[in-house]
């Protein structure tokens, strides 16, 4: 099995934290963003760089 390049590693980790914290707040952007220390802003554009919407984790 060949080990991702950090870059890679680093993409998909974040994929899986931005779905994982949709998921738990529901498609909630402000908590998640907060759930991630992150402000608004650049939590829209984490959910832009890996094609995200929350809207597809509204309940």
Do not use: C
């Not at 498609?27 to 919407?53: I, P, Q, W």
């Amino acid at each position: 099995t060949a080990l991702p390049t950090f870059v890679e590693a680093r993409n998909q980790f974040e994929l899986n934290y931005l779905r994982k914290l949709l998921q738990i707040t529901k498609g909630n952007v402000t908590h998640a963003a907060r759930m991630a220390g992150r402000n608004r802003t650049e939590f829209y554009k984490l959910l832009s760089r890996h094609e995200l919407d929350a809207n597809d984790f509204k309940e």
